[in-house]
């Protein structure tokens, strides 16, 4: 059973968090990037942030009631093209456990809806 968001250390989390600020920003601004911005994700339906292009995959997720919680995260996070296989985000994914559950501690933490 994998550790819940709430077991994991949102600073370690922060560090994994390194990895996605190439195309990924957290903030509560309108701004988006390669990636669309985090800030809000938590709870958010998929492929919803404005003004950011998701890809025709990423939006039929999201017009199918895919929203952004824990296990959605993780099954994401741990594999984006097992969820979303012509999505465009190009990261493989987090195999190890403990920076999956750091990583998804730090989204909770940091992206809930202002």
């Not at 993780?74 to 190009?90: E, H, I, W």
């Amino acid at each position: 059973m994998p550790a819940a968001a709430q077991d994991g250390d949102a600073e370690a989390g922060r560090r994994v968090f390194a990895q996605c600020r190439a195309c990924h920003i957290v903030d509560n601004t309108p701004r988006n990037t390669v990636g669309p911005n985090l800030g809000g994700l938590w709870g958010r339906q998929a492929g919803a942030r404005e003004g950011f292009r998701y890809s025709a995959n990423m939006t039929a997720l999201g017009a199918a009631g895919y929203v952004w919680n824990e296990a959605n995260l993780r099954a994401y996070l741990t594999n984006p093209k097992a969820v979303a296989p012509q999505g465009s985000m190009a990261f493989a994914g987090i195999s190890n456990p403990e920076q999956l559950t750091n990583l998804v501690a730090y989204l909770r933490a940091n992206t809930q809806p202002q």
